[in-house]
């Protein structure tokens, strides 16, 4: 049996809430739990209700219209807007950028074709609510391994003796080729001298990583290995994201062949991140 969408309609205008729900209706997917004629009802019943999906009008007469005031409905309920007015599909589509929730907006006359649409939009919007969630929580695991794996890196002592040190992969920030001692120099967080990994290289240090940690830290061709958790780029130069992790300035020059590459996993990476904490204090709350 296919999954029933239970809905809620908002509109001024009761005949137009009145063909739109029999056309819900029609189909097999949709069930209408309740229409309103005014936002602030509407959001009242939401304190209390949870729906899989929210359609609204665009205006309403003598309220305000409801894309100001998006920031009201639930982030965790799909919205949909309809309007018969252009102008205002225009006027809403900045607010709409910043209401992740927010699945489309359809125009006026509502038909059965336009159910179909709705359908489509919807089920879109559950896929990437998986996506995320699956990415969440390979993040999250992602996160806990670099915690609890620590690579053995050695700290050195005014006497040019050295003394091993285990420092968590989460904590490294950069790694450089050192040829005075054929191994590498170490920066990491919280540590306002670097440490050194003697007698190895950029790639088999890349490679022990990986093999704890997939996906943590990218090679930049033979110039150093950098750790997404804790950098980002600024013009052609990946830096720390805190200054503050070494007393000197730290910056891996991108190489131009690299250029695009290396920036759109950063990016995609920083965007995974912020999911990640999104969901993970969406979670806490519901705790609370």
Do not use: W
């Amino acid at each position: 049996m296919p999954h029933i969408i239970h809905c809620i309609l908002i509109d001024d205008d009761p005949a137009v809430l009145s063909p739109m729900q029999n056309i819900l209706h029609q189909s097999a997917q949709f069930h209408v739990d309740k229409c309103f004629t005014s936002i602030d009802n509407a959001l009242a019943y939401l304190q209390t209700h949870q729906p899989d999906l929210i359609i609204s009008d665009i205006e309403f007469p003598q309220q305000d219209l409801a894309y100001y005031r998006l920031k009201e409905f639930p982030d965790d309920i799909p919205l949909c807007l309809i309007s018969g007015y252009p102008v205002y599909v225009a006027q809403s589509y900045p607010f709409l950028r910043d209401k992740a929730s927010t699945i489309g907006i359809l125009t006026k006359p509502f038909t059965p074709a336009l159910m179909q649409v709705l359908e489509t939009l919807y089920n879109q919007y559950k896929q990437r609510q998986e996506r995320q969630q699956q990415d969440s929580y390979q993040t999250e695991q992602l996160i806990r391994a670099a915690n609890e794996h620590k690579l053995k890196l050695f700290k050195l002592k005014d006497n040019q003796s050295i003394v091993p040190v285990g420092i968590p992969i989460a904590n490294i920030i950069m790694a450089f080729p050192n040829r005075t001692f054929r191994g590498l120099t170490v920066y990491c967080r919280y540590f306002p001298k670097p440490f050194v990994l003697p007698n190895t290289t950029l790639k088999e240090c890349f490679e022990d990583i990986e093999s704890r940690c997939p996906g943590l830290c990218i090679p930049i061709g033979r110039s150093g290995i950098a750790n997404l958790l804790n950098v980002t780029t600024e013009c052609d130069t990946i830096i720390p994201q805190n200054r503050n992790y070494a007393t000197t300035k730290l910056s891996l020059p991108i190489p131009v062949r690299l250029q695009r590459d290396i920036k759109e996993k950063i990016q995609q990476f920083e965007k995974r991140l912020t999911q990640y904490k999104e969901t993970k204090r969406q979670r806490q709350e519901e705790l609370l």
